[in-house]
């Protein structure tokens, strides 16, 4: 499993280089016939809720009329779900999903500020900016990154249907909605990508309920916040380019690098996980005994 996540994700920093885009003439044809207009954000950790530096992300989407082809990906975020009952039960997470890689619940939130959330956006003061304290900077959900089924606002909470894991890449081309169009076209659309890690999550996150009332299926209770509140977010600018990142475009359809194992375990209802990653995922949640 090692050693396949490593495979995977060393096609990461190839993706990354073509930013530089010293040469973006002669990559311009990768997006097709029309040449799509590309929009960018740099993903960066959200204050309180995820330590600088911890986490980082990049997210392409080329839009062409209304196919928005999304390119993305995102490293230093939980990992594995905690595996032991008495922390699943604390957090409001069902045994069923006990060592299960962590849902990233990720969107283009649209309408608000156009901008990411400050410190200043705690405004209970618990030291955890909770999604919809940070709704005044970044406003509601447009679009789900979803990887199968619907990218409305319907998707929006569906671990089921989210990329999963601490680093992966998320890669979809769909039919965007108009409100979402008319936000990346007038400048306020923001990706936000959800789930804190517990290992150095606010300790108010591990305790509180989540903002959106969300109770998974089986749970006794509700989800803690480390399962809603925004760990990355990053503003949606349109780019001087014409393209997408070499390898983005010619792939149809939802695919995800590092979901396939969550794929696996919501569908059999078991996750055989390796010695490795028993121990790994120990020491991440050791802090919260
Ligand atoms: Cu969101």
Redesign the pocket.
């Given at each position: 499993m090692q050693t396949k996540k490593k495979l995977m994700l060393s096609a990461v920093p190839a993706l990354a280089c073509v930013t530089a885009l010293g040469l973006g003439a002669p990559a311009a044809h990768a997006a097709g016939d029309s040449g799509g207009t590309t929009y960018q954000a740099k993903l960066a950790p959200v204050a309180l809720n995820t330590p600088s530096g911890a986490a980082s992300g990049s997210v392409w989407l080329t839009l062409d009329g209304d196919q928005l082809t999304v390119n993305e990906k995102v490293s230093g975020l939980a990992t594995n779900l905690p595996k032991d009952k008495k922390t699943l039960d604390a957090l409001g997470i069902p045994t069923a999903f006990a060592g299960a890689p962590f849902p990233h619940?990720?969107?283009i939130?649209i309408a608000g500020g156009g901008s990411c959330p400050t410190t200043g956006a705690d405004t209970n003061g618990d030291g955890v900016i909770s999604?919809v304290e940070g709704q005044p900077a970044y406003g509601k959900?447009g679009t789900t990154f979803s990887t199968k089924g619907a990218t409305d606002a319907s998707t929006?909470t569906d671990v089921t249907k989210a990329p999963g894991g601490g680093s992966f890449t998320y890669k979809r081309t769909f039919t965007v909605n108009a409100d979402t169009l008319a936000a990346l076209k007038n400048n306020t659309a923001v990706v936000?990508v959800?789930g804190l890690n517990p290992a150095n999550a606010p300790k108010a996150s591990l305790s509180t309920p989540n903002s959106l009332g969300v109770t998974l299926p089986g749970a006794s209770k509700k989800l803690a916040l480390i399962g809603t509140a925004?760990a990355l977010c990053g503003k949606l600018e349109a780019a001087q380019m014409n393209t997408v990142p070499s390898g983005g475009v010619q792939t149809g359809g939802g695919s995800t690098s590092g979901t396939q194992d969550m794929g696996l375990f919501y569908g059999a209802g078991a996750l055989v996980l390796g010695a490795g990653a028993v121990l790994g995922m120990r020491r991440r949640f050791g802090k919260q005994h």
């Amino acid at each position: 499993m090692q050693t396949k996540k490593k495979l995977m994700l060393s096609a990461v920093p190839a993706l990354a280089c073509v930013t530089a885009l010293g040469l973006g003439a002669p990559a311009a044809h990768a997006a097709g016939d029309s040449g799509g207009t590309t929009y960018q954000a740099k993903l960066a950790p959200v204050a309180l809720n995820t330590p600088s530096g911890a986490a980082s992300g990049s997210v392409w989407l080329t839009l062409d009329g209304d196919q928005l082809t999304v390119n993305e990906k995102v490293s230093g975020l939980a990992t594995n779900l905690p595996k032991d009952k008495k922390t699943l039960d604390a957090l409001g997470i069902p045994t069923a999903f006990a060592g299960a890689p962590f849902p990233h619940v990720q969107h283009i939130h649209i309408a608000g500020g156009g901008s990411c959330p400050t410190t200043g956006a705690d405004t209970n003061g618990d030291g955890v900016i909770s999604t919809v304290e940070g709704q005044p900077a970044y406003g509601k959900i447009g679009t789900t990154f979803s990887t199968k089924g619907a990218t409305d606002a319907s998707t929006a909470t569906d671990v089921t249907k989210a990329p999963g894991g601490g680093s992966f890449t998320y890669k979809r081309t769909f039919t965007v909605n108009a409100d979402t169009l008319a936000a990346l076209k007038n400048n306020t659309a923001v990706v936000v990508v959800h789930g804190l890690n517990p290992a150095n999550a606010p300790k108010a996150s591990l305790s509180t309920p989540n903002s959106l009332g969300v109770t998974l299926p089986g749970a006794s209770k509700k989800l803690a916040l480390i399962g809603t509140a925004p760990a990355l977010c990053g503003k949606l600018e349109a780019a001087q380019m014409n393209t997408v990142p070499s390898g983005g475009v010619q792939t149809g359809g939802g695919s995800t690098s590092g979901t396939q194992d969550m794929g696996l375990f919501y569908g059999a209802g078991a996750l055989v996980l390796g010695a490795g990653a028993v121990l790994g995922m120990r020491r991440r949640f050791g802090k919260q005994h």
